[in-house]
């Protein structure tokens, strides 16, 4: 096993948003824009990162040492969260210069946090590696590219230790045909658990949604910390566009906490309506996939839905003139669109129907591209985190990435 690649899914909020900080029902579903990792073992004590997305290249020596225990008992099944002290400790080990980035600092730290900990609960010490990470997704868009690298290290040094296991000819392939194979459902909850111990370095003490979704896969409800897979849900097509307009989420929350204070009869129902919606669309999803996916007016219903919370999202104002541009122009061809994630920019998914002609999303892009608009044609709800055995050529890989 002298290499491993694999890949995790970016995600998507298609409804909730906002209205899941006051204890309503969120859908959110894997989006497939996917992070992909490299790891390559060697004979020297060095590891080796390079990650191009971020202009991040270091070495650094494998015997890290947190001086404090990444598991409970050395248990790899029970991986602890990383204190502010051990967190301080790794950058201070890590030989990244003060002029790094935020986002390199964490990248770092999060995997060296993760090898230390894997490596001190495994029979052997973790050896030398390479490792190279390239994404799909973009930086810091509310896609969930911070899960998406979690998920990728936990998955890669934990098939390196030897804690999960697989082969090529695996069972568990993605499809009959594929080159793609997935790990045992607890497997991928250990995998999961650990990119959640990442994921709370990258981003603080987080909900676990973005690395569910990009473990497992597929869609799921969140709700007051509680979590439910939605195995139903089909995949489907959609258009995934970058406005390109930074937002901070944090001072969109607050905005609508200021009208929620203020506004709290009016903007009260308004949050149980966009629940009502959230519910609305995950059950119409579900009898899509129990009817083949053959209902236009099931269709129409989920377009309607999307109008519905753009609209009820304006309303808490978090919305955007960029966002509304984006509503706008795929309108103009029939299709529909809202906000993902905190709005205020960012990004829109544009739902893209069976038998929507290929010359329609083709124009809408091409308009979309020419107004300086990012964008994907993509789909949601399809597989999490995958091991790739074959080369580059079979997957939306760049060149030269797989052996």
Same mark, same amino acid.
């Given at each position: 096993?002298?290499?491993?690649?694999?890949?995790?899914?970016?995600?998507?909020?298609?409804?909730?948003?906002?209205?899941?900080?006051?204890?309503?029902?969120?859908?959110?579903?894997?989006?497939?824009?996917?992070?992909?990792?490299?790891? !390559?073992?060697?004979?020297?004590?060095?590891?080796?990162?390079?990650?191009?997305?971020?202009?991040?290249?270091?070495?650094?020596?494998?015997?890290?040492?947190?001086?404090?225990?990444?598991?409970?008992?050395?248990?790899?099944?029970? %991986?602890?969260? $990383?204190?502010?002290?051990?967190?301080?400790?790794?950058?201070?080990?890590?030989?990244?210069?003060?002029?790094?980035?935020?986002?390199?600092?964490?990248?770092?730290?999060?995997?060296?946090?993760?090898?230390?900990?894997?490596?001190?609960?495994?029979?052997?010490?973790?050896? $030398?590696?390479?490792?190279?990470?390239?994404?799909?997704?973009?930086?810091?868009?509310?896609?969930?590219?911070?899960?998406?690298?979690?998920?990728?290290? $936990?998955?890669?040094?934990?098939?390196?230790?030897?804690?999960?296991?697989?082969?090529?000819?695996?069972?568990?392939?993605?499809?009959?045909?594929?080159?793609?194979?997935?790990?045992?459902?607890?497997?991928?909850?250990?995998?999961?658990?650990?990119?959640?111990?990442?994921?709370?370095?990258?981003?603080?003490?987080?909900?676990?949604?973005?690395?569910?979704? $990009?473990?497992?896969?597929?869609?799921?409800?969140?709700?007051?910390?509680?979590?439910?897979?939605?195995?139903?849900?089909? +995949?489907?097509?959609?258009?995934?566009?970058?406005?390109?307009?930074?937002?901070?989420?944090?001072?969109?929350?607050?905005?609508?906490?200021?009208?929620?204070?203020?506004? +709290?009869?009016?903007?009260?129902?308004?949050?149980?309506?966009?629940?009502?919606?959230?519910?609305?669309?995950?059950?119409?999803?579900?009898?899509?996939?129990?009817?083949?996916?053959?209902?236009?007016?099931?269709?129409?219903?989920? +377009?309607?839905?999307?109008?519905?919370?753009?609209?009820?999202?304006?309303?808490?104002?978090?919305?955007? %003139?960029?966002?509304?541009?984006?509503?706008?122009?795929?309108?103009?061809?029939?299709?529909?669109?809202?906000?993902?994630?905190?709005?205020?920019?960012?990004?829109?998914?544009?739902?893209? !129907? %069976?038998?929507?002609?290929?010359?329609?999303?083709?124009?809408?892009?091409?308009?979309?591209?020419?107004?300086?608009?990012?964008?994907?044609?993509?789909?949601?709800?399809?597989?999490?985190?995958?091991?790739?055995?074959?080369?580059? +050529?079979?997957?939306?890989? %760049?060149?030269?990435?797989?052996?």
């Amino acid at each position: 096993m002298d290499r491993i690649t694999v890949s995790a899914p970016g995600k998507v909020i298609l409804h909730g948003e906002h209205a899941v900080a006051y204890g309503k029902k969120a859908l959110a579903a894997s989006l497939n824009l996917r992070t992909y990792l490299t790891l !390559t073992r060697k004979d020297d004590k060095q590891i080796n990162l390079h990650f191009p997305d971020i202009d991040l290249k270091l070495s650094l020596p494998c015997e890290i040492n947190t001086s404090e225990n990444n598991s409970k008992n050395g248990d790899v099944s029970s %991986p602890i969260p $990383a204190s502010d002290k051990v967190i301080e400790t790794l950058k201070e080990v890590s030989g990244l210069d003060k002029s790094a980035s935020s986002s390199q600092t964490l990248a770092v730290v999060s995997f060296l946090y993760v090898y230390s900990g894997i490596s001190k609960a495994s029979k052997n010490p973790l050896p $030398a590696i390479d490792i190279e990470v390239k994404s799909e997704l973009p930086i810091g868009a509310g896609l969930g590219s911070s899960a998406s690298y979690s998920v990728c290290v $936990a998955a890669a040094l934990l098939q390196l230790g030897n804690h999960i296991k697989q082969t090529e000819s695996s069972s568990n392939r993605v499809t009959d045909h594929s080159d793609q194979t997935s790990w045992t459902n607890d497997e991928t909850k250990l995998i999961n658990k650990w990119a959640h111990v990442s994921e709370n370095i990258m981003h603080g003490t987080s909900s676990g949604v973005d690395v569910s979704v $990009a473990s497992f896969g597929g869609a799921i409800e969140f709700k007051k910390g509680n979590i439910q897979n939605l195995s139903e849900m089909p +995949e489907t097509n959609i258009l995934l566009i970058n406005t390109k307009v930074p937002r901070s989420t944090r001072t969109l929350v607050s905005r609508v906490k200021t009208k929620y204070d203020k506004f +709290e009869d009016i903007i009260g129902p308004i949050l149980d309506t966009i629940e009502a919606v959230t519910t609305r669309s995950i059950n119409t999803f579900c009898t899509l996939r129990e009817n083949g996916q053959s209902s236009s007016s099931q269709y129409k219903d989920l +377009e309607a839905l999307i109008d519905m919370n753009q609209g009820l999202l304006n309303t808490l104002g978090v919305g955007h %003139p960029r966002l509304d541009r984006v509503c706008e122009v795929t309108a103009c061809s029939g299709l529909h669109s809202k906000l993902t994630g905190a709005g205020g920019g960012g990004c829109a998914f544009c739902l893209i !129907t %069976p038998g929507t002609p290929k010359a329609v999303v083709k124009e809408v892009m091409s308009q979309l591209k020419d107004e300086e608009f990012e964008c994907w044609e993509t789909d949601i709800c399809g597989t999490g985190v995958v091991r790739h055995w074959s080369h580059s +050529e079979h997957y939306n890989i %760049p060149p030269g990435f797989l052996p």
